[in-house]
T-cell receptor, first 114, second 112 residues
Framework: DAGVIQSPRHEVTEMGQEVTLRCKPI?????LFWYRQTMMRGLELLIY????????DSGMPEDRFSAKMPNASFSTLKIQPSEPRDSAVYFC????????????FGPGTRLTVT | SQKIEQNSEALNIQEGKTATLTCNYT??????LQWYRQDPGRGPVFLLL?????KEKRKERLKVTFDTTLKQSLFHITASQPADSATYLC???????????FGSGTRLQVQP
């Protein structure tokens, strides 16, 4: 398996623009997680899905952030409008109940909002 | 509120020595605890999981302990190598909840 795939790997955008981050989980995994990592706040959970259904979105910073999982093999995290404080590395991870609870992380998307 | 604490200062040790990293948690009753390794520019990689009813878990040169009374987990790397240099993150987890809360991580530097 190719592992968790994220795109783009790097994104530079101007404040106010819409940003869409994409994730393809490992095939057969039924849980998907979006995290944000910064030096100041570390690795924070934004939202997670189980069987394509959002279970906990309490980590989503505000209404500017939204996430969808239309099917088992694809998820998006959208920021609209983006702000400089959104600059961070965004990770997607997936896991399977049948294989224990360890999470497999993608390579991340480094977002810079100017 | 729940809190997970890992040494924010980097740990520098000599090659061949045992590295010991600490994870303390408060206002929390995790059913299990996971440890991850993160290299610069990469996502975290799972290393070990230990459950609340396990005192110790081993995998090759790695050993994890879990003391629910002290609310602490220790992560040991024996016979450390420069290739072990990375940031190590602990992540306690609750029963029935698949999401994890990660500590801020401890950076380990193994000098040759």
């Amino acid at each position: 398996d190719a592992g968790v795939i994220q795109s783009p790997r790097h994104e530079v955008t101007e404040m106010g623009q819409e940003v869409t981050l994409r994730c393809k989980p490992i095939s057969g995994h039924n849980s998907l997680f979006w995290y944000r990592q910064t030096m100041m706040r570390g690795l924070e959970l934004l939202i997670y899905f189980n069987n394509n259904v959002p279970i906990d979105d309490s980590g989503m910073p505000e209404d500017r952030f939204s996430a969808k999982m239309p099917n088992a093999s694809f998820s998006t995290l959208k920021i609209q409008p983006s702000e400089p404080r959104d600059s961070a590395v965004y990770f997607c991870a997936s896991s399977s109940e049948r294989q224990g609870n360890e999470q497999y992380f993608g390579p991340g998307t480094r977002l810079t909002v100017t | 509120s729940q809190k997970i604490e890992q040494n924010s200062e980097a740990l520098n040790i000599q090659e061949g020595k045992t590295a010991t990293l600490t994870c303390n948690y408060t206002n929390y009753s995790p059913a299990y605890l996971q440890w991850y390794r993160q290299d610069p520019g990469r996502g975290p990689v799972f290393l070990l999981l230990i459950r609340e009813n396990e005192k110790e878990k081993r995998k090759e040169r790695l050993k994890v302990t879990f003391d629910t009374t002290l609310k602490q987990s220790l992560f040991h790397i024996t016979a450390s190598q420069p290739a072990d240099s990375a940031t190590y993150l602990c992540a306690p987890g609750r029963a029935g909840r698949r999401a994890l809360t990660f500590g801020s991580g401890t950076r380990l530097q193994v000098q040759p």
